[in-house]
T-cell receptor, first 116, second 114 residues
């Protein structure tokens, strides 16, 4: 079963506009969420995280929103730049001991293309 | 600080062989996790080590094993390689056990099994 889902395989936006990447999860034990950016043949690069005690976290152009009741999180990139073009993964983990403790469960990724 | 390093970066093996991959975490990080990335299955958790002890394991067969040394460096081993083991193997480190701290990834080892 896929506990973390990114339903949009790809997203295309114009430079300067907002990019919104979405992620849904099903495991109610997840309480820590992260977004990673990945280029082909490289390891994921950490972008931003959010704990379940918050509903928003901001870092420069990147903002992550968490809606616990809907089990949904989103990453906003404003303004989008061509260098943001990459695959974006959301990941979830549980900080309490259990089967999801100590590991990241990843979505399938969304390919973001930012056009100049 | 230097990031997570993995060696080798590329590897070609044949079916039935075994392989050992190495990972050096960020200085001061005591937790090392391993992940496998394939086009069909995405990024999947293999196992996590903290203070030389395996603390969690993913749903992979026993052919996949790992260990961690006292300096936090980690190795993973795959025995009796199968074609389906071709993948990008990623190592990640974090300061504490579990994921209360963010995991930082290395560049990966690309394994091709022929």
């Amino acid at each position: 079963d896929q506990q973390v889902k990114q339903n949009s395989p790809s997203l295309s936006v114009q430079e300067g506009r907002i990019s919104i990447l979405n992620c849904d999860y099903t495991n109610s034990m997840f309480d820590y969420f992260l977004w990673y950016k990945k280029y082909p043949a490289e390891g994921p690069t950490f972008l931003i995280s959010i704990s379940s005690i918050k509903d928003k976290n901001e870092d420069g152009r990147f903002t992550v929103f968490l809606n616990k009741s809907a089990k949904h999180l989103s990453l906003h990139i404003v303004p989008s730049q061509p260098g943001d073009s990459a695959v974006y993964f959301c990941a979830a983990s549980a900080t309490t001991v259990g089967t999801s403790y100590g590991k990241l469960t990843f979505g399938q990724g969304t390919i973001l293309t930012v056009h100049p | 600080k230097a990031g997570v390093t993995q060696t080798p970066r590329y590897l070609i093996k044949t079916r039935g062989q075994q392989v050992t991959l190495s990972c050096s975490p960020i200085s001061g990080h005591r937790s090392v996790s391993w992940y496998q990335q394939t086009p069909g299955q995405g990024l999947q958790f293999l196992f996590e080590y903290f203070s030389e002890t395996q603390r969690n394991k993913g749903n992979f067969p026993g052919r996949f094993s790992g260990r961690q040394f006292s300096n936090s460096r980690s190795e993973m081993n795959v025995s009796t390689l199968e074609l389906g083991d071709s993948a990008l193997y990623l190592c990640a480190s974090s300061q504490g056990a579990g994921t209360t701290k963010t995991q930082y990834f290395g560049p990966g080892t690309r394994l091709l099994v022929l």
